[in-house]
């Protein structure tokens, strides 16, 4: 299963990239917490899915590429996720969140938590 989700923030994307470029950050993210990170493997609490651990599978700073795999997960068999921040007109960042996953009935809940993220990742970058 496949869900892709973009957004467009009125600000650089070096503003977005110090959130979410930062994997030791979840304060976009309105159900985690407790995050820890050990330089490649992250590990963090999530509302309704419990203990996960994530590996950061690729960090381009130039590029402002992140992917990751959630790699230990009560509910998650397969996951690879990509965020990439992409230049917009007018000095705006273009969010693009495509995560590939299984078992596929957790679409609702995964695309839920994505959606959720994007409107907490305004607040987080102050852009109201």
Known sequence: ??????KVFDCQRE???????????VDWVPSASDC???GSIRRFQMEGAGQLAEEIVLRDEDG???????????AVD???ATISLIDHEGNKTRFSWA????????EPFIRKGMEDS?????????LK
């Open 99 to 106: 995560q590939e996953f299984e078992p596929a009935h957790l």
């Open 78 to 80: 397969q996951h690879l």
């Open 118 to 126: 994007l409107v907490q990742l305004d607040s987080v970058l102050d």
């Open 36 to 38: 820890v990170f050990d």
């Open 15 to 25: 503003k977005v990239w110090a959130v979410i470029g930062n994997p030791e950050r």
């Open 1 to 6: 299963m496949e869900i892709t989700i973009e």
């Open 64 to 74: 402002m590429v992140l992917k990751y795999s959630v790699i230990e997960s009560p």
